[in-house]
């Protein structure tokens, strides 16, 4: 894993980094103004359409993140997603340190399109080859 505190370049936004956004953190706003592109992957809002669901506020959840998908690039998975999933997950289980699916998708668009990964999970730093932002 290559770890940056760079905010210029190409960023792909884990759940957790898009949850401070809605919550209002102005330092990552700040960050995320000064990327060049920034992406979130159709599991990321799969995870949030599941969380608003099951929320105490399930309609204005759901309204926010609709305008959010509408306003954001998001970047769905095809067969080089697939292909990348399966060596990411072959390498944690060869090294016994699993990380949950829908983080290895996450993982495999980043790779695939090598993107930068911003998130404050640190399991991804057990994938090799994955460029990760900890803002």
Same mark, same amino acid.
Not at 19 to 37: C, H, K, P, R, S
């Given at each position: 894993?290559?770890?940056?505190?760079r905010?210029?370049?190409?960023f792909?936004?884990d759940?957790?980094?898009?949850?401070?956004?809605?919550g209002?953190e102005?330092?990552?706003q700040?960050?995320l103004g000064?990327?060049e592109?920034?992406f979130?992957p =159709?599991i990321?809002?799969?995870e949030?359409?599941f969380?608003?669901?099951?929320?105490?506020?399930v309609?204005?959840?759901?309204?926010?993140?609709?305008?959010?998908?509408?306003?954001s690039?998001v970047l769905?998975?095809?067969a080089?997603t =697939?292909?990348?999933?399966?060596?990411?997950?072959n390498?944690?289980?060869?090294?016994g340190?699993?990380?949950p699916?829908n983080?290895?998708?996450i993982a495999a668009?980043?790779?695939?399109?090598?993107l930068t990964?911003v998130?404050?999970?640190?399991?991804?730093?057990?994938?090799?080859?994955?460029?990760?932002?900890v803002?």
């Amino acid at each position: 894993m290559e770890r940056s505190t760079r905010v210029s370049g190409r960023f792909l936004l884990d759940t957790n980094i898009v949850i401070a956004l809605f919550g209002g953190e102005a330092a990552l706003q700040d960050d995320l103004g000064q990327a060049e592109e920034v992406f979130v992957p =159709a599991i990321v809002l799969g995870e949030l359409y599941f969380g608003a669901r099951k929320s105490g506020r399930v309609e204005e959840n759901l309204a926010r993140i609709d305008e959010f998908a509408l306003i954001s690039p998001v970047l769905a998975c095809d067969a080089g997603t =697939a292909k990348e999933f399966g060596v990411v997950k072959n390498e944690l289980r060869r090294r016994g340190r699993p990380i949950p699916d829908n983080d290895l998708w996450i993982a495999a668009i980043a790779r695939q399109c090598q993107l930068t990964l911003v998130t404050r999970d640190t399991h991804f730093e057990e994938i090799d080859g994955l460029k990760v932002a900890v803002w």
